[in-house]
């Protein structure tokens, strides 16, 4: 023992003579303690010795060592070397953390009389470690060129288990690459697993192999900024949290996974200390928050989302290119068949900016979904849909369906079609650029299960089935829309439909189908009232039109470009994507068609402006504006052309 406090004795001289700090080393765990710090060291009973209120026994003390190195305050370093670590403790905080070590398998445990947040860098490489930290009170986590992967776990199978409910930063050092792989079996819940919240920061790179369940799982809300996620495989979700996830910037990459891109639930109902229960779903819970920043989703699973959200989302900035190619599954807890979706909110729905392409290929897949109201201001979207329609038996066995008449046998709940966008609720259009294609069996463009109301924007569909579908009316007061069904509609109202202004051009199949049809079965009407409409295919029978003056021709060629004029002011120049089907007479001889000035009885090229409509065919084009890929041009200027003979379109069908 005299040699022991010889030693020690040595020690403190050595610090008092100008050394920095004093490292006192426990098997892989070194603590660093500041000359300027240390004050009294207590040496008791020849057993222990406690500096900065750190008790050490003196028999597990590997060495103690004086030197000049910098100490940072509420610091720990893990340093991963192959099978083995080195923990470094910065003095402040020796006492209040008990660490363990188990080859490169590290476990810190804070007590509960930390009050100062504590940042943990990690770093080096092991093909066999782990990190597992515990605690009651907020924490920092950097990733500073990590590689690690749990192979034989000890503490956890994650390779990253934080088991603290507080808010944890986690820092991705920028211009470092960091990659974690948890383990094969076991019972972790994320290759990166935080119980409390997390806030990604910082411009590095982080890698996420999940080989149980999810890449990355938070018992709380996720908040991204700057940092790149790349998940490459998981069992599960890519990113799976409660209460809200936000991205404000950085990129998330997500590919090879079982389920979901990134998916927020809403939080569970906890239980505390005196027994009461409480109940998160009022708030912000659930919720999906996409503000700037990259995103590149691409998911396999049948009926799995790129983005899905248990609460509301909110779009008003980034890039996000999403991809699904899964089919439908039957969900025997609802008995109703369920499919993919690029974006999906079982809320509402508010996109007011943000650029997004959005690809489904398997059948029933949807481009957006919401069960609520779906509210789109600003912003572009792109959507291509290419499956077909699923059906289901009472049994719950899954049928592609490829035609129209097979799927009309089947009830809303057993089955599902291929939607551009798609609202259970209302729907509400002002502003932004939309784009649709759906070419599977079912496929509606743009369809809502309530109201639908378009005031402004720029929306394409070219669609299989309707183009733009509502369940109940349908207003459209300004915008510029296109819509084509190659099957069905163009535009579709199960109630009223009420054109009050904007540029329409709508393009529907042949009789019965019409290019704008409302619910005369059901006692409702299309009301044209201002605006300007063109139109290829009959309007619903018994519209009524008034503000302008509707006529129609029977001759039209397919690509060649048309202008249209308001009296004598140009309005819009145009071409038809698809040819009259009647030449010079129709199907009942010259001039004829079904009735008077008629031709064929099935399609006709329709004209509306708030005075009189007059074409010129054959134009040529230069300059102005193009919409609707290049369908339509404004402000342009047109040249050449002759003009085409229109006769009055009847409120009656304009065909009898």
């Not at 222990?48 to 026994?57: A, P, Q, V």
């Amino acid at each position: 023992m005299k040699k022991v406090y010889a030693l020690l004795m040595a020690l403190m001289l050595t610090i008092a003579a100008g050394a920095q700090t004093l490292n006192v080393q426990v098997g892989s765990v070194i603590y660093q303690f500041p000359a300027s710090q240390t004050g009294d060291m207590t040496y008791s009973n020849g057993t222990s010795l406690t500096i900065m209120g750190k008790t050490f026994i003196l028999s597990d003390i590997s060495a103690m060592t004086v030197d000049d190195s910098m100490v940072k305050d509420n610091a720990i370093s893990v340093i991963y070397n192959g099978i083995a670590a080195t923990v470094i403790v910065a003095g402040n905080i020796a006492q209040y953390v008990t660490p363990s070590v188990s080859g490169a398998h590290i476990s810190i445990a804070q007590n509960d009389n930390l009050a100062e947040e504590i940042t943990y860098t990690l770093s080096g490489t092991s093909e066999d470690g782990e990190f597992y930290m515990s605690g009651s009170y907020k924490a920092t986590i950097e990733f500073n060129g990590l590689t690690l992967t749990n192979t034989t776990p000890v503490y956890s199978g994650a390779a990253v288990h934080i088991q603290n409910g507080k808010r944890i930063k986690v820092k991705v050092v920028s211009e470092t690459t960091n990659t974690l792989t948890d383990a094969v079996s076991g019972s972790q819940k994320g290759c990166l697993y935080i119980k409390g919240h997390a806030e990604f920061a910082q411009k590095g790179t982080l890698n996420i192999i999940g080989n149980v369940k999810h890449g990355i799982k938070t018992g709380e809300y996720i908040t991204l900024k700057n940092a790149t996620i790349n998940i490459t495989k998981a069992v599960g979700d890519g990113i799976n949290c409660e209460q809200f996830f936000q991205m404000t910037s950085g990129t998330i990459n997500i590919q090879g996974v079982g389920d979901d891109g990134i998916q927020c639930d809403i939080e569970d109902s906890t239980t505390g200390s005196t027994g009461e229960t409480t109940d998160h779903e009022g708030e912000d819970s659930g919720n999906v928050y996409i503000e700037g920043g990259t995103l590149a989703i691409s998911v396999t699973a049948n009926a799995a989302k790129g983005i899905k959200s248990e609460g509301d989302m909110h779009i008003c900035g980034g890039e996000a290119t999403i991809t699904t190619s899964g089919g439908g599954l039957w969900d025997s807890d609802k008995s109703k068949t369920k499919a993919s979706s690029c974006l999906s909110a079982d809320g509402n729905m508010v996109v007011s900016g943000g650029t997004f392409s959005l690809t489904s290929t398997g059948n029933g897949g949807k481009g957006m979904s919401v069960d609520g109201t779906m509210t789109i201001s600003d912003g572009t979207i792109i959507i291509k849909t290419s499956g077909q329609a699923v059906g289901a038996s009472s049994s719950g066995t899954l049928t592609t369906i490829s035609n129209a008449q097979s799927l009309d046998r089947y009830s809303s709940d057993y089955k599902s079609s291929p939607k551009g966008i798609k609202a259970d609720g209302n729907m509400f259009i002002s502003g932004g650029s939309i784009n649709v294609t759906t070419t599977g069996c079912g496929g509606e463009g743009i369809e809502s299960k309530g109201t639908l109301d378009i005031t402004g924007g720029q929306i394409t569909v070219n669609a299989y089935d309707d183009g733009i579908n509502s369940s109940s009316h349908m207003t459209i007061s300004g915008g510029y829309i296109y819509s084509r069904a190659t099957n069905n509609d163009g535009l579709d109202a199960n109630g009223n439909l009420y054109i009050k202004g904007g540029l329409i051009y709508a393009i529907g199949t042949t009789t019965p189908e019409k290019s704008i049809d409302a619910n005369t079965e059901g006692g409702y009407k299309l009301y044209i009232q201002g605006g300007t409409i063109i139109a290829v295919g009959d309007l619903e029978n018994g519209a009524s039109i008034s503000g302008g003056t509707c006529k129609y021709t029977t001759l039209w060629t397919a690509t060649s470009w048309y202008a249209l004029y308001n009296g004598d002011t140009l309005v819009a120049a145009f071409k038809t994507p698809t040819k009259s089907s009647g030449s010079g007479g129709g199907w009942n001889g010259p001039g004829g068609g079904y009735g008077p000035g008629g031709g064929n009885s099935s399609q006709k090229l329709i004209v509306y402006t708030s005075s009189t409509p007059t074409l010129k065919s054959g134009i040529a084009v230069t300059d102005g504006t193009e919409y609707f890929d290049g369908m339509a041009n404004t402000g342009c200027t047109v040249s050449g052309g002759s003009n085409v003979s229109l006769s009055n379109y009847s409120s009656g069908g304009g065909w009898w």
